[in-house]
């Protein structure tokens, strides 16, 4: 069975730091590109940031580029979000998401599946 | 980057089919066969649907389909059922920079 199992989320300051892990199982890991993707309580999905299957292309939606840093370990078959200078509107669900058939960062096959999420909550 | 555009809300009774609209612009669903459509329940991870503007998974009831023109993608459930009731979501491949999915805002479906 295919699994995508997150980690590492939790209350933090404004300001502060944290690092999400996403533990994939079912699947040869590397040979697709990989997500996260976000949903603030009661609003809509927001994509956050992709990789391709050799971390060689990488992306950011703009609310987070310079400050999230998304990596894969192969080996491990994991994903990871590490986030830096947190804001109150980081607020969020992130789910882990595995792209259907594309591997590399050109092309778009539908998230399928997802993981369960875990919840970021960034507050004084 | 901005959201595609889809309406707020749609409804339809039981039986009868909806289509729900997801338009964005040259840079994303017109420019590429990168359309996909999610649904969610409340509580639950979202769902694939269709892929690639007309692709079902396995898996997927035949009722749903999608379509592609120009600048606007749509999602069609036909034969409503109550379990359709829930949020849908379209997004989209965009060249706005590299490497980027956008969504749209979700459509919340209410069978009545």
């Known amino acids: 069975e295919v699994q995508l199992v997150e980690s590492g989320g939790g209350l933090v300051q404004p300001g502060r730091s944290l690092r999400l892990s996403c533990a994939a199982s079912?699947?040869?890991?590397?040979?697709?590109?990989m997500h996260w993707v976000r949903q603030a309580p009661g609003k809509g999905l927001e994509w956050v940031s992709g990789?391709?299957?050799?971390?060689?292309?990488?992306g950011y939606a703009d609310s987070v580029k310079g400050r999230f840093t998304i990596s894969r370990d192969n080996a491990k078959n994991s994903l990871y979000l590490q986030m830096n200078s947190l804001r109150a509107e980081d607020t969020a669900l992130y789910y882990c998401a595995k792209d259907m058939d594309c591997s590399g960062g050109s092309c778009y096959s539908g998230f399928d599946p997802w993981g369960q999420g875990t919840l970021v909550t960034v507050s004084s | 980057q901005s959201a595609l555009t889809q309406p707020a809300s749609v409804s339809g009774s039981p039986g009868q089919s909806i289509t729900i609209s997801c338009t964005g612009t040259?840079?994303?669903?017109?420019?590429?066969?990168?359309v996909s459509w999610y649904q969610q329940h409340p509580g639950k991870a979202p769902k694939l649907m269709i892929y690639?503007?007309?692709n079902r998974p396995s898996g997927v009831s035949n009722r749903f389909s999608g379509s592609k023109s120009g600048n606007t993608a749509s999602l069609t459930i036909s034969g409503l059922q109550a379990e359709d009731e829930a949020d849908y979501y379209c997004s989209s491949y965009t060249s706005s920079s590299t490497f980027h999915v956008v969504f749209g805002g979700g459509t919340k479906l209410t069978v009545l």
């Open positions: 040259s840079s994303d669903v017109g420019g590429y066969n990168y």
């Open positions: 079912g699947f040869t890991f590397d040979d697709y590109a």
């Open positions: 690639e503007v007309s």
């Open positions: 990789i391709s299957w050799n971390s060689g292309s990488i």
